[in-house]
């Protein structure tokens, strides 16, 4: 990091906050600074390129100098840069782009509620489920119940469906009424002699036993991402949503699909919910929908959720939600052509093209004396660095070895990211070429091989014989 600031460093020292920062630290060390993007890289502001491994934060789809999305913010900017869709009101980029996302939607799904990021959408989502019950005479029927390690966003209601002690702790969350089952990580949480079969009917019986404790009558939605993000990239047994689809439809329980990291190409279809048999009730979606050129996110609703809740508003007399720039003019012209650019360019068979590789690449390094974990699907994956290969134990969190792995990747140019505990994830973007992914996968190994020099030399690790 940036230990002795500059004029911009020490600007950003006197007047930001930063998310997702140890903030008391970031007074001394300062931000690195960029300043430009190219393809899949990114320059810092002394001029270093870095491949960027992450797609920022698992969201620049098309790279980071896409111009048509320029030009066509550009031209939606000097037409018509802003107008609400409040009050019976409505624009063209927000209807077009309606169209565009709902073809391309899972099956059933046939309306769609915008805001600005992730998090709210999925905080819309705890609303449309409590207002569509409410409207159905359901009103006891308002649990949601999320995933331990799953990440659905930093709003009060999206933090409480999150699964990480970290958006809980000192935040007074969750709230009462959100509830959460397991992970499905094999490797992670299955017993000994347990397989991936077996794992995936023992988290379904789980989900069933809380559901029944809670009380049936009670519990109104589950959500989950089809490949958690930020909590591990944790890939589900092949078998696990088939399971847990089976109980929430005994018990009348709406799942809510986040394919906000997964959505548009990601896992190699164009929806998380495809690649592993989801059928979801409600879908949110954000980050690769405006290719994160601007902020975006949608909430997808079958017509049986949506005609309920007209018909409530009716009674009411308006749907009382809404934020100011839902559908942003510039903003939906601009997924409107994100859309246009995955169809056009063929960016699933891109996708699908390329993925063997990246999957391949983070597989390889289990060879390596400080992996003892890969996993991944399509063009996202990780790696788990371990203490004994032998026993598959973890490094105490204290030692923080992901982020000295992440850190050591940083200084050979190589942005990726040291999750939960110590897991390093991939998440490139989606026009990543293979030459792209030797280089992105062989700068890990290389910052491995540094983390691991270090471990040794301090005493905290030794390769075993």
Known sequence: MNTIP??????????????????????SEGPRIMKRGKGVRVQDDNGKWYLEGMAGLWCASLGFDEPRLVEVAAKQMAE????????????QPAID????????????????????????????????VWYYNNAIGRPQ?????????????????????????????DWDLPLPGF???????????ALPGENEEQFATRLAQNLEELILREGPETVAAFIAEPVNGGGGVIVPPATYFAKIQAVLKKYDVLFI????????????????????????????????????????????????????IARNSDRLGTFGHGVTYAAHPVCAAVAAETLKIYEERDILGHVRSVAPRLQEG????????????????????????VKDKATNEAFPVGEKVGQMIQQAAW???????????????????????????????????????????????????????
Not at 276 to 303: H, N, Q, Y
């Open 179 to 189: 509830l959460h089952t397991d992970c499905p990580s094999h490797f992670h949480y």
């Open 257 to 308: 699909a986040d394919e906000v990291i997964c959505g548009f190409g990601r896992t190699g279809n164009m929806f998380g919910c495809e690649t592993f048999g989801i059928v979801p009730d409600m879908m949110t979606v954000a980050k690769a929908l405006s290719a994160s050129f601007l902020p975006i996110s949608g909430l997808l609703m079958t017509e049986e959720i949506f005609e309920a």
């Open 6 to 27: 500059n004029s911009l460093a020490a600007r950003d020292i006197a007047t930001l906050v930063h998310p997702y920062t140890n903030l008391a630290k970031h007074k």
């Open 80 to 91: 018509l840069p802003y107008y609400a869709i409040f009050n019976h009101a409505s624009h």
């Open 141 to 169: 029927k308002k649990k949601i119940i999320g995933r331990f390690r799953g990440y659905h966003g930093v709003t009060v209601a999206s933090a409480s469906m999150t699964g990480q002690e970290i958006n809980h702790k």
């Open 411 to 465: 200084e050979r140019g190589i942005i990726v990211r040291g999750m939960r505990g110590d897991g390093i994830a991939f998440c490139p973007p989606l026009i990543i070429t293979e030459a792209e992914i030797d280089e992105l996968v062989a700068g890990v190994r290389g910052a491995l091989d540094d983390v691991a020099g270090m471990l040794s030399s301090r005493g905290l690790w030794r390769e075993a014989a």
């Open 362 to 385: 983070i597989r390889g390094l289990l060879d390596h004396p400080l992996i003892g974990n890969a996993r991944g699907v399509g063009l996202i994956g990780a790696v788990e660095p």
């Open 97 to 128: 782009l309606s169209e565009r996302l709902l073809a391309i939607a899972p099956k059933g799904l046939t309306k769609v509620l915008y805001a600005n990021s992730g998090s709210e959408a999925n905080d819309s989502a705890v609303k449309m």
